[in-house]
């Protein structure tokens, strides 16, 4: 109802704006000069004639000028009569039209059923605002400028989210033929590819994973990959001999011991493989049997997602009561398996102001942090 209220107001004032200077500027009906003037005029000629103080021919000249006035002043009150009533007949015409076309207008063209929103409703990202629409307009503006390494580089893992994986790993080739190869991108091109195949490890995609691996021989990414790529394929030395390499320096702690731990039962499994001798160190509080037999079952996207919830509960536990240096150590390394940079370099940074002074420099100059932070030493000169 109130809009109508407001509607009906607007409708007052456009009407005022259009009336006013009409009515106002319009000329109103006028006699001219009043006709008693110049009979009182003639009058005085009359009485002037009888005093002797006009000739006869002077009388009928001013009788003459006064009957020419009066036929003047009455023309012109004919003439303006006129415009007036125009001026009327057009006010009328605006006060019937405007109404008559804004009402129907705006209930052609305007939304009257819609309600007011409050400020938290408007704040709600609208659909437009969509990963899948900020991806298309990405996508629309790399078509313009396909020498942009960068946004390939920031597209790629949109892509990947949004399942179109083939996509993604175009995208993440093509930021490395644009910015140079990096371990990031070639692991990222990789898993997009497996991720594509459901979860089979092909060639391109190990090519792409060994060259990961030699750019960073410390990231577990590629080195989990290739070996699980070394038991699709049956060759459980391999996959042996690699797992092996990952847990030497591991002590239970790290987000991808439960795929270890499954991926070595699935080797045990195999024929050839019953006599393993691998050792998965027990984790302080992890997954139990149970869930590392889970594990095993799991798709590449549920073991990411796992693998990102114990990534999240060890920076919970360290923000919050604070950790050894190699505590720090493993969620740097977590966060950059996980491909999360920023996350990998807050981490590290707040890390450097917890420990204690002397792990300082030993921790900033560890494979995995010293290219993220300054070492101590280095920052004091």
Not at 72 to 78: E, G, N
Not at 147 to 161: Q, V, Y
């Amino acid at each position: 109802m109130l809009l109508w209220f407001a509607i009906a107001a607007l409708i007052v004032l456009a009407l005022a704006g259009l009336l006013i200077p009409l009515v106002v500027a319009a000329p109103t009906v006028s006699d001219g000069e009043d006709v008693g003037v110049f009979a009182a005029q003639l009058d005085e000629v009359e009485a002037d004639r009888a005093r002797g103080l006009l000739g006869e021919s002077e009388a009928e000249s001013a009788r003459t000028e006064i009957a020419r006035r009066l036929l003047r002043a009455d023309k012109s009150r004919r003439t303006i009569a006129r415009p007036a009533r125009r001026a009327w007949i057009a006010a009328i015409v605006v006060v019937l039209f405007v109404p008559a076309f804004a009402v129907p207008a705006y209930l052609f063209l305007g939304r009257p059923a819609y309600h007011d929103q409050p400020l938290a409703a408007r704040l709600v990202p609208k659909p437009d605002d969509s990963l899948a629409t900020l991806v298309a307009k990405a996508e629309a503006r790399l078509a313009e400028t396909p020498d942009d390494g960068n946004g390939w580089a920031a597209i790629a893992p949109a892509l990947r989210r949004l399942g179109r994986f083939q996509d993604a790993a175009a995208a993440y080739r093509r930021a490395s033929e644009l910015l140079g190869e990096s371990a990031d991108r070639l692991a990222g091109e990789a898993e997009s590819l497996v991720l594509a195949d459901n979860g089979k490890i092909g060639p391109a995609a190990t090519d792409l994973l060994q060259r990961a691996a030699a750019l960073d021989p410390a990231a577990p990414g590629p080195a989990i990959f290739l070996a699980v790529a070394a038991r699709q394929r049956g060759d459980i030395e391999d996959a042996a001999a690699r797992w092996r390499t990952l847990l030497a320096g591991a002590d239970g702690s790290e987000p991808w011991r439960p795929i270890a731990a499954a991926e070595i039962d699935q080797l045990r499994g195999m024929e050839g493989g019953e006599d393993l001798d691998i050792a998965v160190p027990a984790p302080p509080a992890g997954p139990d049997a149970a869930a590392v037999a889970a594990a095993s079952n799991m798709t590449p996207e549920a073991r990411q997602a796992m693998v990102e919830g114990m990534v999240a509960r060890l920076a919970t536990r360290l923000d919050s009561d604070g950790g050894a240096p190699d505590e720090w150590l493993r969620l740097v390394r977590a966060y950059r398996v996980l491909g999360d940079e920023d996350a990998a370099r807050a981490a590290a940074e707040k890390a450097l102001k917890t420990i204690p002074l002397d792990d300082r420099t030993a921790f900033a100059s560890a494979d995995g942090v010293k290219d993220l932070v300054t070492a101590p030493q280095e920052a004091s000169q």
